[in-house]
């Protein structure tokens, strides 16, 4: 089994593997959680600060990352938004049991997940496949190999949303989502005009033993809005009715 190297060596990636980056300044978890995931069969790089992961994030995406959130350097909160700024590579977070606030605000800058040190290997394999089954299909290309049964893009107005390849466009104008921010504006998109109450927002984008506040699915309104705006400065397809929620309408 390839060794890896705190210092981010790349893993030799085969055709089907999928490649998962671990960025912690604890070299224990580095190399425990890293052998489990090749066990998995998945390939692995470390780092061991943000500074150094970034670069090499931005250079050469994996499928996923993982992100400690105490971390010299560069914590986890700062090396996520700098990566937000350019891609929308799925994170999951690595906390602390005292770190609920960190949670929240990882969660609302566009983290996928977050997982409460100690964890079992076990369920963050879980936590992993489930954001890769929902990202995977965007690196499939478009042939007459894609499976019959990809859902059909769905076209609301100027909006074009691909579930089955995860990419957006306005006016034709791709915009970077994450999965998180796909899955909140799919369920709006999905029955316009009808108002989403957080709850049900919540219900759309994260797996059932995941909590969000009311703040988080605020955030990710506020950037679906910023991303959108920054393609279009006349946007304004996102509705919010206080007290009840948001709905989708673009004439």
């Not at 964890?119 to 007459?144: K, M």
Request: some cysteine; hydrophobic content about 40%.
């Amino acid at each position: 089994m390839p060794s890896t190297s705190p210092g981010g060596a790349a893993m030799p990636v085969t055709a089907r593997q999928q490649s998962i980056a671990l960025v912690d300044d604890d070299r224990n978890i580095l190399a425990t959680v890293s052998i489990g995931l090749q066990a998995e069969g998945f390939a692995t790089r470390v780092y061991a600060d943000g500074e150094t992961a970034l670069k090499a994030l931005l250079e050469n995406p994996p499928d996923l990352a993982i992100f400690d959130i105490k971390m010299p350097r560069m914590d986890g909160l700062h090396l996520l938004q700098a990566l937000r700024e350019q891609c929308s590579l799925p994170v999951i977070f690595l906390t602390s049991r005292d770190e609920e606030p960190d949670e929240a605000l990882g969660l609302a800058m566009g983290a996928d997940d977050y997982i409460t040190k100690p964890f079992s290997q076990r369920l963050l394999v879980a936590r992993i496949r489930a954001i890769l089954r929902r990202s995977e299909l965007a690196r499939t290309p478009p042939g007459d190999n894609a499976p019959s049964e990809l859902p059909e893009p769905v076209v609301r107005g100027r909006l074009r949303l691909d579930p089955a390849r995860h990419q957006v466009t306005w006016n034709g104008e791709p915009v970077s989502l994450t999965v998180t921010e796909f899955l909140i504006l799919e369920a709006m998109a999905l029955r316009p005009g009808v108002v989403k109450s957080r709850n049900q927002l919540m219900d759309a984008a994260y797996s059932e033993d995941v909590y969000v506040d009311d703040r988080t699915i605020d955030s990710h309104i506020k950037r679906l809005r910023r991303k959108f705006r920054a393609v279009d400065p006349d946007f304004g397809a996102i509705d919010t009715l206080y007290g009840a929620g948001y709905s989708f309408a673009d004439g």
